[in-house]
């Protein structure tokens, strides 16, 4: 098969992380005879640095006419420390999903059992846990207007918005994966409270008696914070709104041990974007410490949604548990008397030797 992807680093240590990502599916195309051709884009505060804007029209051409986007991370302290900064990295993020129409952000959470000691939780309570998060992508805060600041700077607005549209086409696509997996979808939200959640129930409430072989439960978002803590292992697809997303997926990496091994999929309308759910780390940029493993895992992540190649996704997170089984981490998820691996070190000489084993 040919694939023909578009490649993103972006900042921090977004090329880092994206370049062992990158080694590992150059591995695998050779091993199974794909032929792989892949091109570099500017986005976030490098291509501001660069061109001004943090996604230019010629990343945008790029990532339309590929099969499918690797995207690093995004985000610079340059522009966290100042908020008022006209443009900012982030910006061209939502840019890109809002271009792409990439409306469903699809984020696995599952345990690895040598990472079962790293997560805060009890073994108990997490070996075993598998579900998947289905963020609702480009609507909600992130996007809804008016959003801004009165003349005398003292008040500020952001506004949440959404269609039945937009409601129905992520929870059609949930209940498509709930039937590829143990059949139960939640749908969270704060319904009590918010008016755009109780178009969202509504809405759920109708479309769930298309499904009657799927099992659909309700759950306010605080509460689900507190049980995708509590009992994770009840969760088989949650589907929520975009800012709860965010927020309750990076809760949710607790589970799996660290942020730095959750991978996720993007995908809408036009190209799929596959992107660690970490940010750009600019803390450990350039020092070769960044786990890659969560950009790997995305790769894995591309092979099976953007190609339909499961085996070859499947090897990539074999290795992936390999390579921890036998030790070769990073800081982040190294034991206490364990080898700190490098980035490079974890997957040059360990993940792409296995994959071509
Ligand atoms: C994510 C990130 C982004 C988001 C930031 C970098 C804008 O946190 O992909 O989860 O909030 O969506
Ligand atoms: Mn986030």
Redesign the pocket.
């Given at each position: 098969m040919k694939l023909n992807i578009a490649v993103l680093p972006g900042d921090g240590i977004g090329p880092e992380i994206i370049g062992q990502a990158l080694r590992v599916t150059e591995a695998i195309c050779e091993k199974f005879g794909h032929e792989l051709s892949y091109e570099y884009g500017v986005v976030g505060a490098t291509a501001i640095d660069q061109v001004g804007n943090p996604y230019p029209d010629g990343t945008h051409e790029l990532c339309m006419s590929s099969d499918a986007v690797l995207f690093g991370?995004?985000?610079d302290p340059k522009y966290d420390n100042n908020p008022s900064a006209k443009v900012r990295p982030?910006q061209g993020?939502?840019a890109m999903r809002k271009k792409l129409g990439l409306y469903a952000?699809i984020r696995p959470v599952s345990t690895f059992p040598s990472l079962i000691h790293k997560s805060p939780l009890r073994a108990d309570l997490v070996d075993g846990a598998d579900f998947m998060c289905i963020r609702e992508?480009t609507g909600g805060l992130?996007f809804g207007r008016p959003q801004g600041r009165s003349e005398d700077g003292d008040t500020a607005y952001d506004t949440c918005v959404y269609t039945r549209e937009e409601v129905e086409r992520i929870l059609h696509l949930s209940y498509k994966y709930a039937r590829m997996r143990r059949k139960k979808v939640t749908v969270v939200d704060k319904a009590n409270v918010l008016c755009t959640s109780r178009l969202w129930r509504q809405v759920a409430q109708e479309i769930e008696k298309q499904y009657p072989d799927v099992e659909t439960e309700y759950m306010f978002v605080d509460n689900a914070a507190m049980q995708i803590i509590q009992w994770p292992k009840r969760f088989d697809v949650l589907v929520t709104e975009?800012l709860f997303g965010?927020i309750l997926?990076?809760e949710a990496s607790v589970i799996t041990g660290s942020l730095g091994m959750l991978p996720?999929a993007s995908i809408g309308i036009h190209t799929s974007v596959f992107?660690p759910?970490h940010?750009s780390y600019p803390q450990a940029a350039g020092k070769n410490i960044a786990n890659p493993l969560a950009t790997i895992l995305s790769a894995a992540l591309m092979f099976e949604y953007a190609f339909d190649l499961h085996e070859e996704g499947a090897l990539i997170r074999q290795a992936v548990a390999a390579s921890m089984d036998a030790g070769v981490v990073t800081e982040d998820i190294a034991s206490k008397d364990g080898v700190k691996h490098s980035t490079s070190e974890v997957v040059g000489d360990w993940i792409v030797d296995y994959v071509k084993k």
């Open positions: 991370a995004i985000g982030e993020l939502l952000n992508l992130y975009n965010d997926t990076d996720s992107e759910i940010g």
